[in-house]
């Protein structure tokens, strides 16, 4: 039973396009959303947040937008760098210690 | 700045052998946490510690011990280690549990024969 999915395991993007990562989550208790972002032999970091009061917070090149009703969200990276080329999480918790990750979508951007 | 601090990095095991994985976290946070990760199955959360004196078991508890040595430590033990927890291992620590992002550490590789 997997209450959050990140139903593209990669996607390619061009140099300066935009990215769009989604995720889709199935609790509707869920009020806190999270995107981390991994290298390779690194752990994952901090990328962004949303409140479920908000349905859009950005910072610099990243946006998140969350649609409650359809129980979705999804990662903009505006524009796209090589050196944004990760794995990226989405991650749920419904402001428990219980963070439930996504299993990741790898973004490869092309110079 | 070394954060959240994960050793070893890499361990080869055997079936039954034990094995302790270490991690510190140098940021005075309350939280601390030990994820696996699992390809194909995202992050799992075994055993957290909301403060230090407190554990919990997470998602995936069985086969773990944990021990919250004091505030900056949060020790994971396989007592009796099978195949199945051939895995990545994430410690992570956050300034309390509840709504804020989490610190990771850079994982330990740990392959069981």
């Known amino acids: 039973d997997q209450q959050v999915k990140q139903n593209s395991p990669s996607l390619s993007v061009q140099e300066g396009r935009i990215s769009i990562l989604n995720c889709d989550y199935t609790n509707s208790m869920f009020d806190y959303f999270l995107w981390y972002k991994k290298y390779p032999a690194e752990g994952p970091t901090f990328l962004i947040s949303?409140?479920?009061?908000?349905d859009k917070n950005e910072d610099g090149r990243f946006t998140v937008f969350l649609n409650k009703s359809a129980k979705h969200l999804s990662l903009h990276i505006v524009p796209s760098q090589p050196g944004d080329s990760a794995v990226y999480f989405c991650?749920?918790?419904?402001?428990?210690?219980?963070?439930?990750f996504g299993t990741g979508t790898r973004l490869k951007v092309l110079a | 700045n070394a954060g959240v601090t994960q050793t070893p990095k890499f361990q080869v095991l055997k079936t039954g052998q034990s094995m302790t994985l270490q991690c510190a976290q140098d940021?005075?946070?309350?939280?601390m946490y030990w994820y696996r990760q699992d390809p194909g199955m995202g992050l799992r959360l075994i055993y957290y510690?909301?403060?230090?004196?407190?554990?919990d078991k997470g998602e995936v508890p069985n086969g773990y011990n944990v021990s919250r040595l004091n505030k900056r430590e949060f020790s994971l033990r396989l007592e009796s280690a099978a195949p199945s927890q051939t895995s990545v291992y994430f410690c992570?620590?956050?300034?309390?549990?509840?709504?804020?992002?989490?610190?990771f550490g850079d994982g330990t590789r740990l392959s069981i024969l």
């Open positions: 991650a749920a918790t419904s402001r428990t210690y219980k963070y439930i």
């Open positions: 510690s909301a403060s230090e004196g407190t554990t």
């Open positions: 949303i409140s479920s009061i908000k």
């Open positions: 940021m005075n946070h309350n939280s």
């Open positions: 992570a620590s956050s300034p309390r549990e509840g709504v804020q992002p989490q610190h």
